[in-house]
């Protein structure tokens, strides 16, 4: 039991932080106290989901992975040359291979609205890719608000709790448009690599869909994805929070410095009631995103934690810039290997852009 207690201080405190909120007291993290008319405690939890907990080290973060691999995925999808962006011209992802691109119409009537997504492989990673773009422009913006508000979160077969209707029908939309089709030829032939599932913004929340629609279609194991959401808003309850970190070993969502749309819905815009929540971990990077820079991996889910501890002064630069590239532009340019031109102006970090 002292071996127990010297080799794993982390799960015991989890733990015991877990009974202590499921007794309804309030926990705080600094001193490990449960008390519940605790007072004056800097990090005090209330819910389970909020416990301090890592992540499984052999599920572990690599900055390195995210900021020369997955930054180069989920900007990619932002143009046509998606080739180009692993490796034609600039030696990215030499490995990699795109497979296909889908695009479908995502509002039932506009056809200016559309989902985009593709599929990849990496032999030499042995790894297989579905990466989906994040929204793009004002009116599939509007078309979110819309079906957020108008048909909130509902429950789907095999998932726990409850997540947006408009995203889990947007995600449909490509499954059904060949998506599925594209994936299911890619593990035939390669049945044994692991499967990335990535996305920035509205990218990232299709990724979570995905994922969890993966898993409880028996299609995959949870253990041989890897999901890598980017900049997204909350989109399911506390249950489904609850359930997809309880069910995705590797799933790690990125947040950049003050970026305001991470902040978004903490309620469901429906009824206006409704907690929502992001799945674990959030892993915050309180700066540029240069190589070297800091970053927090979140030992607290979703309160007022990590990124959400701030909220002045949010902006949708720091949603633009991930790794220091202005992700959408440099997607459509082909990622060139020259990031220099995008990288985000010093005063940008500083200003409000609201739109
Ligand atoms: C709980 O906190 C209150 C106020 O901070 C304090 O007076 C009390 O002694 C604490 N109880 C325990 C069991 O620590
Ligand atoms: C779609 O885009 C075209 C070109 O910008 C525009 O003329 C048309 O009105 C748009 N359709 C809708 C339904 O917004
Ligand atoms: C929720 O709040 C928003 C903003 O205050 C309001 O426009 C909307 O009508 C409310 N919806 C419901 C269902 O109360
Ligand atoms: C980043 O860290 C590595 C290893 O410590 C070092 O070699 C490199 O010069 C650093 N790069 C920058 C841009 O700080
Ligand atoms: C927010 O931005 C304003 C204007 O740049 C600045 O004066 C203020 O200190 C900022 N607030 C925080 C908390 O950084």
Redesign the pocket.
């Known amino acids: 039991m002292l071996l127990l207690l010297f080799l794993l201080p982390g799960l015991i405190s989890a733990e015991n932080c877990i009974t202590c909120v499921g007794a309804g007291n309030k926990w705080c993290v600094e001193s490990s106290?449960?008390?519940?008319?605790?007072?004056?405690c800097q990090t005090p939890i209330t819910l389970q989901l909020n416990c301090p907990t890592s992540p499984n080290p052999k599920y572990a973060y690599d900055d390195n992975f995210m900021r020369t691999q997955q930054i180069v995925l989920a900007s990619a999808s932002h143009g046509d040359q998606i080739q180009q962006c692993f490796e034609l011209v600039y030696n990215q992802i030499p490995t990699m291979k795109l497979y296909q691109v889908r695009t479908v119409q995502c509002s039932p009537d506009n056809p200016n609205i559309t989902c985009r997504g593709f599929t990849a492989y990496d032999v030499s990673q042995q790894a297989l890719i579905i990466s989906f773009r994040g929204s793009h422009g004002d009116d599939q913006t509007q078309q979110l608000f819309d079906g957020y508000a108008n048909y909130g979160i509902q429950s789907y077969s095999g998932m726990g709790g409850k997540i947006f209707k408009v995203i889990y029908d947007s995600f449909m939309l490509l499954w059904n448009g060949g998506m599925q089709q594209d994936l299911r030829t890619l593990k035939y032939k390669y049945p044994g690599f692991e499967l990335w599932v990535n996305g920035h913004s509205l990218g990232g929340m299709l990724s979570w869909v995905a994922s969890s629609y993966l898993v409880t279609s028996g299609l995959y194991k949870t253990e041989n994805i890897k999901v890598i959401a980017m900049a997204s808003p909350r989109m399911g309850d506390y249950d489904f929070a609850v359930w997809y970190t309880a069910t995705f070993p590797y799933s790690y969502h990125i947040v950049h410095r003050r970026d305001i749309i991470p902040r978004m819905f903490t309620v469901n815009p429906h009824d206006n009631t409704t907690a929502l929540f992001h799945p674990r971990t959030e892993v915050w990077y309180n700066n540029f995103m240069n190589l070297n820079d800091t970053y927090n991996i979140c030992q607290e889910a979703d309160g007022n934690y990590c990124s959400a501890s701030v909220t002045d002064n949010l902006t949708m630069w720091d949603h633009i810039y991930y790794f220091n590239v202005n992700m959408p532009q440099w997607g459509r340019d082909g990622c060139p290997q020259n990031r220099t031109p995008y990288s985000q102006p010093l005063d940008t970090f500083f200003y409000k852009l609201v739109v």
């Open positions: 106290q449960c008390n519940s008319t605790l007072t004056g």
